[in-house]
């Protein structure tokens, strides 16, 4: 029987890492399960993880575990809330902490143990708590501690049940993939051959019984996501079953929908809708993000039901290339907040996974895993490290307004009270952000002065973390200074989306021809209904390095290829000023709306 881990998901934002982990760096098929799981969903098992949670041990209405999960000789790792199920459950104690420990802590190692092998003295992990273990059951050890926390890791060796208050699963605990391989393969014995294209073999066994004999309907964007969905879906169904649609919306990219065209013209029962008039109608003087994002979603769906009833097809599913941080950046998990709906998680999507009416093929997956999927599909190289483009497309990076003036001269004050040695100013328009786990709606702030990025990051932190208001810090790129900006009413026109387009595809352009485009994650640039000294809106470069785009760095590009883009875009007629954003994610979102 194949090797799995199991590992528990109590609610926290990490477990899918865990999972995906534990799949890609150690080599041993994962698989999650709830707290309240049975012993036998859990047998044959090589081990068991459990992951932290937005609840506290003694909340009422924490979820509901199996105790029986300790009791079956099966290797145990608690993280975080998982360490506090373990102290609590087999005899232990856990409390309330005053003190509570966010960020990177200093681990002393107590004792030498399995876990820890290959971890110094001292190691640097990340913490994310707020209660506090202070009894461990009587047959446990303390292995590591750190300045807040004595029972930081802990275990019963000889039962092979350990905890962890750090998360080894985030990049920030340095060792962190050490720890989990010394779990995984040390305690749990397992040996390490999973490979992708177990995966392939897995899923293919699912889709199939998922879906049976019905007809699937695919909507293709020529993202990779899409297009990995379209090569697993047409491994597993007969050609008369799969039938593949890609809308042009009128928010694509330059020449974007001839190329998926030319691209996907293999795929027997493909068709490409041009729907573009009804998108933009219906987007006519719109400008709430969370309003244009929902009827993108909801007319992606009305143009696909159309051509559902125009070829007839009875007994069907539509499928969509859904990956996880979709799903929990629109509140889609348990106990998640929406920082903004993805055009494939709104009501009427909601609706239809409820009555089983939609097929997601790798919706547990990351983008990482659906490139290494990808490649074992035989997609192309260039095609699998595409940069990942938003379902509502130029939608979202159009920004939109009605023109009201605001004053900022409070919000300015604050900035220049901050003594930093540059000089600032406040956009008037606001973009979408994440702080706290929650979403944010507020304005940029502008920063000017010397180019320096390691001194404007530090700005950058400071500003978004001591001026309550501003959510976002962006630069402006030097050669250029602003005598007026005035916010202007602008919505999701053509003649926008061209320029946006025009723009988009130079910066592209210019990052493809320095290399760049593997380094970086993401480069959106975005349209601000603002216009800089009479001459034009704003054009914002919003650059970013990223693994899982649930967290991202901006990212520090050459100066000669910055300047070089910047002087292309202000060659654009309509173009009256180019910033470059420095907000990491959170407290900005990768995408402005
Ligand atoms: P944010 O802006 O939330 O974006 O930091 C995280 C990642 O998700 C992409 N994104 C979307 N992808 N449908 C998608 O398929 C959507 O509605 C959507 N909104 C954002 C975004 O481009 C980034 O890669």
């Given at each position: 029987?194949?090797?799995?881990?199991?590992?528990?998901?109590?609610?926290?934002?990490?477990?899918?890492?865990?999972?995906?982990?534990?799949?890609?760096?150690?080599?041993?098929?994962?698989?999650?399960?709830?707290?309240?799981?049975?012993?036998?969903?859990?047998?044959?098992?090589?081990?068991?993880?459990?992951?932290?949670?937005?609840?506290?041990?003694?909340?009422?209405?924490?979820?509901?575990?199996?105790?029986?999960?300790?009791?079956?000789?099966?290797?145990?790792?608690?993280?975080?809330?998982?360490?506090?199920?373990?102290?609590?459950?087999?005899?232990?104690?856990?409390?309330?902490?005053?003190?509570?420990?966010?960020?990177?802590?200093?681990?002393?190692?107590?004792k030498d143990s399995v876990l820890l092998e290959g971890c110094g003295k001292e190691e640097i992990v990340w913490m994310s708590h707020g209660d506090k273990i202070v009894a461990i059951p009587k047959t446990f050890e303390i292995l590591g501690s750190t300045e807040n926390c004595e029972f930081a890791a802990i275990a019963d060796e000889k039962k092979k049940i350990f905890g962890v208050q750090f998360h080894p699963e985030v990049v920030d605990t340095k060792k962190g993939d050490i720890i989990l391989g010394n779990f995984v393969h040390k305690i749990c014995g397992c040996v390490g051959e999973w490979k992708i294209s177990d995966y392939i073999a897995q899923k293919q066994i699912e889709l199939k019984n998922e879906i049976g004999k019905k007809k699937v309907l695919l909507l293709v964007s020529g993202g990779v996501d899409s297009t990995v969905c379209a090569s697993l879906l047409s491994k597993v169904l007969a050609r008369e079953q799969l039938f593949c649609l890609h809308i042009d919306n009128g928010l694509m990219r330059k020449n974007e929908s001839a190329e998926v065209k030319e691209m996907l013209k293999e795929i027997k029962n493909f068709k490409v809708v041009d729907a573009s008039k009804m998108f933009l109608d219906r987007l006519k003087e719109k400008y709430e993000p969370e309003e244009k994002r929902k009827i993108i979603g909801q007319t992606f769906i009305d143009v696909a039901n159309k051509e559902i009833e125009n070829l007839g097809l009875d007994d069907w599913l539509l499928a969509q290339g859904t990956i996880y941080p979709d799903t929990i950046e629109s509140g889609g998990t348990k106990h998640a907040d929406v920082i903004k709906t993805h055009h494939n998680r709104v009501d009427i999507i909601k609706k239809m996974i409820e009555d089983k009416k939609i097929v997601e093929p790798v919706k547990d997956l990351y983008k990482e895993e659906v490139r290494d999927l990808g490649t074992a599909l035989g997609l192309f190289e260039n095609f699998v490290w595409r940069h990942p483009f938003p379902g509502p497309g130029l939608g979202v990076r159009a920004l939109c307004s009605v023109g009201k003036k605001e004053e900022f001269s409070v919000l300015k004050e604050k900035l220049n009270s901050l003594g930093l040695k540059y000089d600032f100013d406040v956009l008037p328009c606001r973009s979408v952000g994440v702080k706290g786990d929650e979403r944010s709606y507020e304005h940029p702030a502008i920063i000017s002065g010397v180019w320096d990025w390691k001194e404007l990051e530090k700005a950058s932190t400071r500003v978004v973390n001591e001026v309550r208001g501003i959510n976002r810090a962006i630069y402006l790129l030097p050669g250029q200074s602003i005598n007026s900006m005035e916010p202007i009413k602008a919505y999701l026109t053509k003649e926008r989306l061209d320029l946006l387009r025009e723009a988009d595809a130079i910066v592209m352009g210019e990052i493809e021809k320095a290399g760049l485009m593997r380094k970086i994650w993401q480069f959106p640039t975005v349209l601000v209904p603002v216009n800089v000294n009479g001459k034009g809106e704003a054009l914002i470069l919003r650059p970013v390095f990223s693994t899982i785009a649930m967290t991202a760095k901006f990212a520090d590009l050459p100066l000669e290829v910055v300047e070089s883009i910047k002087k292309k875009l202000l060659a654009i007629k309509g173009v009256g000023a180019v910033f470059y954003d420095i907000t990491h994610k959170p407290p900005g979102t990768i995408e402005w709306e």
């Open positions: 029987m194949e090797e799995k881990i199991v590992v528990i998901d109590n609610g926290g934002q990490y477990c899918h890492l865990i999972a995906t982990k534990v799949r890609t760096k150690h080599n041993v098929y994962s698989e999650i399960l709830p707290p309240n799981c049975s012993v036998d969903d859990v047998q044959g098992a090589k081990g068991i993880i459990l992951s932290g949670s937005p609840f506290s041990i003694y909340n009422e209405n924490k979820p509901d575990f199996n105790e029986k999960l300790f009791s079956l000789g099966i290797p145990v790792l608690g993280i975080c809330y998982g360490n506090y199920l373990v102290a609590s459950t087999l005899g232990g104690k856990v409390v309330a902490s005053e003190k509570k420990e966010y960020g990177l802590a200093k681990l002393l190692k107590k």
